[in-house]
């Protein structure tokens, strides 16, 4: 008889084993075989066929329930949402994060980086005294041909034409330089724009990425917690099948 006492702390051992290595509860898994040796060698020892059974008994109702106690906790533990940080909701939001994410929302469109400047040109910035100037040069210089004696001839004709022109030509060129000038810095003013809008983005990308990463430890938390537990339930079920199993062979054996 001792043989088969010995056989069943065999399994009982291998069923302990199993439990160890589940969950944080599942180190009681085995537990309620383990609590069960002093009955085993009693039974062993006991010459009485009633004797044994009367042990036999007990030992089944007490190793069952020492695995309900243990399948409480255990459903206590996995249901108290303290004791873990995911949440089922979690592994939905971060799927739907996923579904929703965009990186191209995080680059400047071709509209908001293209640069149409303002549609001003070098005669927005023309001297608005412009005809009355060329006219006062005209004057000047027919004034000063007369005085010199040059008439109201070709000569005095061609000294008033380069001198206009001369003007002209000073007047497009003052122009020109405040035009240049203010085009770039528009251009500067909108390429500086640019960069806070595109340093903006890069912001909001980083906020979305970190949020969509903490949300993901969540969903990971939740689900590797699930699979703790579904490993714990059949920890348990096996080792509640191994023990009694193990009883049952020793009962035919009487």
């Not at 039974?43 to 009633?50: I, K, L, V």
């Not at 190793?63 to 939905?92: C, H, W």
């Not at 005085?147 to 000569?155: L, P």
Request: no cysteine; proline share 2%.
């Amino acid at each position: 008889m001792a043989n088969y006492g010995s056989n069943i702390l065999s399994g009982a051992g291998a069923g302990a084993l199993a439990g160890s290595a589940a969950g944080p509860v599942g180190a009681s898994i085995g537990a309620g075989i383990g609590g069960l040796v002093g009955l085993f060698n009693a039974w062993a020892e006991s010459d009485d066929e009633d004797e044994k059974r009367e042990i036999l008994d007990k030992a089944k109702k007490d190793f069952n329930l020492t695995q309900d106690e243990v399948e409480r906790m255990m459903l206590d533990y996995y249901e108290n949402p303290d004791n873990f940080i995911g949440q089922k909701s979690d592994v939905a939001a971060y799927r739907q994060s996923v579904q929703d994410y965009d990186p191209s929302a995080y680059a400047l469109s071709e509209d908001e980086v293209k640069y149409g400047g303002y549609g001003k040109t070098v005669d927005d910035f023309m001297n608005p005294y412009y005809d009355k100037i060329i006219g006062d040069t005209t004057k000047q210089i027919q004034h000063s041909a007369a005085g010199a004696g040059v008439g109201r001839g070709t000569g005095a004709a061609n000294a008033i034409a380069t001198g206009v022109a001369q003007k002209e030509n000073e007047l497009y060129n003052t122009a020109l330089n405040q035009y240049n000038t203010d085009r770039a810095q528009s251009y500067t003013e909108w390429a500086g724009n640019i960069d806070k809008m595109q340093q903006r983005l890069n912001a909001l990308k980083s906020a979305t990425d970190t949020k969509m990463t903490m949300t993901g430890n969540l969903a990971q938390d939740y689900a590797g917690t699930q699979a703790q537990r579904a490993q714990d339930e059949i920890a348990a079920k096996q080792n509640r099948a191994q023990g009694n199993l193990s009883l049952a062979s020793m009962g035919l054996t009487i």
